[in-house]
């Protein structure tokens, strides 16, 4: 018996102990997932998103002089794990960060009531871009719509009548986060008369496509744009290189540029091209920081060759949006301690402009943008990455999306979404001019 | 000592059949019904309430759907996940055609669909047995999530192919969606689970349990005593599905709040049958004990290394996680080969005689 109270003892004094802690951090847990069939993406964009975070404690001691607390959650990408995550964190966290579609979706409804953010830069749901609806949600930089729009306008030359009467299969995941760019694919489809061909990919048959690459070979479509992520994408480069369709014209979302993936056939895939709102940009000076507080005292997890990669440095980028979230909010309030509704109002006033990237750092790594109540996303638009047989190189000045054709939708889908979880709160107050 | 029958005489054939016929059994009963009813809600966190409570209690019901089919009627399924899903779906309908029904009733109402598609894929039952059996209910798992992934007008033609949980009310108290508190879901999913389980336990004493032993043991035997195989089966595909069913609903509506079909797939198959298995096949209880080690235990672990303040990276606590319970569900098999309600129920025969083994 003596035995457990020990334990209970030791049980609340840690609990005590770490109660006191956490009044002098700022808590910005991260629900990762470096364990499960998604980790060897997972990995590299924790890596970057921790490092980033280490690098600003040790170099500036934390966000306002607060240190940072980065605690991670492992979900292994499980939407049970990651609602266990959430509920452990949410006494005292100031932001969720789900990682996942099907955790984004549990999460979603509950903000409302728990009046946590939720930060999903570039993934989750497109329409929660409309701030007046969803008001504890933001996935800066760039919604999947304006990614599949960006994408067809590339691929278009800038002049979507110009995919008349051609045939463009859309490669996707058979999960929500697959089917996140249909709407627009579909709307823009029957506007400029091209014919849209769905090939979803279920769960299982991730790693062998050969049924799908067979029927694009069958169909031969004027390119294949790719909504894939994991297994799937590398599943679906050597596919492609295997059936040799030709890479200039399969293109991919920002999470089908991982670099691993296309090492696999090397050369073979030059061509291939992956729109991406972030890019790596090996020597800026934010990078000469991480080496210098992170990586020379030990404290990276990341091997170097990693360092100089899409999704590593995508991580940094998502952690510098989440601590200029926090310097916003401590300045608006005047507070270096931030609540979570704070640091809703500063990641609702996030002014990512030109010179800020350059005061961080950061020049060239993400195009800047900011957010208003009403605009969660900030629509900075994004580059086109390109394979070029060893590495991602940019392959296409800044394309934007055209909002007019897509804020209709997201209207809609949002109005939707708010009667459908009904009594939804929608915040009248916002008018942004 | 504790557990002492002796004295306890049973003069009627009445008392000798109740549901507890050692007192002892039913005042320990009554501890954990008090302690689930009572101690548990007024003491737990959001937390538990989330993480242990409730799910244990979902997955237990789960996996008392299964053992009727496969330790009392002896057909081996692996279609669980899916029949889940079917609940799940026809509650998720029934809300969204008729928003004026009472939650509890369409709960209780969905378990009907699953029941119908459980007596459809447990047609083959009839002709096959065992692990051809499984494949066909394998079949049945595969044909449900391509079905709920393709038929759009189950999740209301939403875009992203997920369906999620509205907010709903019984007599003005949110029971579901994100305004419902953990509390009144928790006591929801306790008295349809205290309800179901009360009429299972009952049904596996009756004539139909009976005859489910008795197919269970050997089909021909029984077939020559008279017990009418075709009703026997499909009696426990669609007892076992109606519960099954019930359950998923229970799944996405008191807990999850959003499903995708994936949600459903074979892994949820597998784990509802490993509560089964490690519980006890062919025991009520062992669902219980199943549901606790399978579903709290990892809960509880991930919470130890940062109780005794050891900083182990996440990832790293989830590896050992893995490989702990890994390592106790083979303990408990080899330990005890019939489940953890075997275990139990050896336990109590050596309290009935402690301190005097003989």
Redo the contacts between chains.
């Keep these: 018996m003596r035995h457990f109270t020990k334990l209970a003892i ?2 609340t ?3 005590v ?2 109660g006191a802690a956490v009044a002098q951090e700022l808590f910005l847990p991260n629900l ?1 997932y ?2 499960g069939p998604f980790a060897s993406t997972g990995t590299p964009i924790m890596n970057g998103q921790r490092d980033y975070m280490i690098m600003l404690n040790e170099r500036d001691g934390g966000i306002g002089g607060i240190p940072v607390n980065f ?4 979900t ?1 990408y499980s ?2 794990k990651g ?2 995550c959430y ?2 964190q ?1 006494a005292n966290a100031l932001v969720t960060q789900p990682w996942s ?2 955790i984004t ?2 999460v979603l ?2 903000t ?2 728990d009046q946590i953010p939720i930060l999903a830069p570039g993934y989750g ?1 497109s329409p929660m871009s409309d701030g007046r609806t969803f008001q504890w949600a933001f996935n800066p930089p760039a919604s999947y719509w304006d990614g599949a729009y960006m994408i067809m306008d590339h691929i278009a030359d800038g002049d979507m009548s110009n995919l008349d009467g051609k045939k463009i299969a859309f490669l996707h995941l ?3 986060y697959g ?2 760019p ?2 627009v694919l579909e709307k823009l489809a029957a506007e400029h008369g091209f014919e849209l061909l769905p090939i ?1 990919v ?2 299982a048959e991730m790693q062998n496509q050969a049924a799908q690459w067979l029927q694009i070979r069958r169909e031969r479509p004027d390119f294949v744009v790719m909504w894939g992520w994991g297994a799937m994408n590398a599943g679906a480069i050597t596919e492609a290189v295997k059936t040799r369709y030709p890479m200039d014209q399969f293109v991919g979302v920002w999470w089908a540029s991982h670099s691993d993936d296309l090492q696999l056939v090397g050369e073979e895939g030059t061509g291939y091209r992956a729109i991406s709102w972030s890019m790596p940009q090996n020597d800026a000076p934010v990078m000469d920081d991480i080496q210098q507080y992170v990586v020379d005292p030990g404290e990276s997890l990341a091997s170097e060759e990693e360092r100089s990669e899409v999704f590593y440095q995508r991580g940094l980028v998502i952690s510098m949006m989440l601590a200029e979230g926090v310097r916003t909010a401590q300045e608006m309030h005047g507070v270096a301690e931030i609540t979570p509704a704070q640091l809703r109002d500063g990641l609702a006033n996030l002014d990512i402009t030109e010179e800020r990237l350059e005061e961080l750092g950061m020049t060239g790594m993400v195009p800047p943008f900011s957010t208003n109540c009403a605009n969660h996303t900030g629509h900075s638009g994004a580059w086109m990455l390109q394979w070029d047989g060893e590495e991602f190189v940019q392959a296409s000045d800044l394309l934007e999306a055209d909002r007019s054709v897509i804020n209709p939708l997201q209207e809609e ?1 949002a109005a939707e979404y708010a009667e ?4 939804w709160p929608v915040d009248e107050s916002c008018n942004p001019s | 000592m504790l557990y002492r029958t002796a004295g306890q005489y049973k003069t009627t054939y009445r008392s000798d059949q109740a549901l507890f016929p050692v007192r002892q059994d039913a005042i320990l009963l009554m501890v954990v019904l008090a302690f689930g009813w009572v101690i548990l809600p007024f003491t737990a966190s959001e937390f538990v309430f989330q993480t242990l409570l409730i799910p244990v209690l979902i997955y237990a019901l789960a996996a008392t759907g299964l053992n009727i089919l496969t330790g009392f009627a002896g057909q081996l399924s692996l279609g669980t996940g899916a029949f889940m899903g079917v609940g799940a779906y026809a509650c998720y309908k029934l809300v969204t055609i008729f928003p004026e029904m009472n939650l509890l009733i369409a709960v209780l109402l969905s378990g009907f669909f699953s029941a119908a598609v459980g007596v459809a894929f447990g047609l083959p039952s009839l002709r096959i047995k065992g692990f051809y059996l499984a494949i066909a209910t394998l079949a049945a798992q595969f044909f449900l999530i391509w079905l709920f992934e393709k038929w759009a007008w189950l999740y209301n033609y939403n875009a992203s192919g997920a369906i999620q949980v509205p907010n709903l009310d019984i007599f003005g108290w949110y029971v579901a969606g994100p305004l419902a508190t953990s509390t009144t879901q928790y006591y929801f999913v306790l008295a349809v689970v205290t309800l179901l389980t009360i009429l299972t336990i009952n049904l596996t004493r009756g004539a139909l349990g009976r005859s489910w032993k008795a197919v269970r043991d050997m089909d021909i035997a029984a077939e020559l005593i008279g017990i009418n195989l075709l009703k026997a089966k499909l009696m426990a595909f669609a007892v076992s599905s109606y519960i099954v069913g019930v359950a998923g609903a229970l799944f996405v509506f008191m807990w999850r709040g959003a499903a995708e079909p994936n949600l459903f797939d074979i892994e949820l198959s597998f784990r509802v049958l490993f509560i089964a298995i490690i519980g006890g096949l062919g025991s009520i209880l062992g669902n219980y004990l199943g549901a606790i080690l399978i579903v709290a235990l990892p809960v509880i672990l991930n919470t130890v290394p940062g109780a005794f303040g050891l900083e182990i990276k996440s990832a790293t606590v989830e590896h050992i996680n893995v490989m702990i319970i890994g390592a106790l569900i083979i303990f408990f098999l080899i330990v005890e080969p019939h489940g953890l309600a075997r275990l139990w129920q050896l336990i109590r025969e050596k309290l009935i005689l402690w301190p005097f083994p003989h």
């Design positions: 030791a049980g004094l840690a609990a102990t770490g990762s470096r364990t605690e991670e959650c492992e292994g939407t049970e609602v266990e509920e452990r949410k579609t099907g979706l549990q409804p509950k409302n009531v749901f058979d999960h929500p089917k996140e249909l709407p979803p279920g769960l889908k459908a979880n009904a009594p």
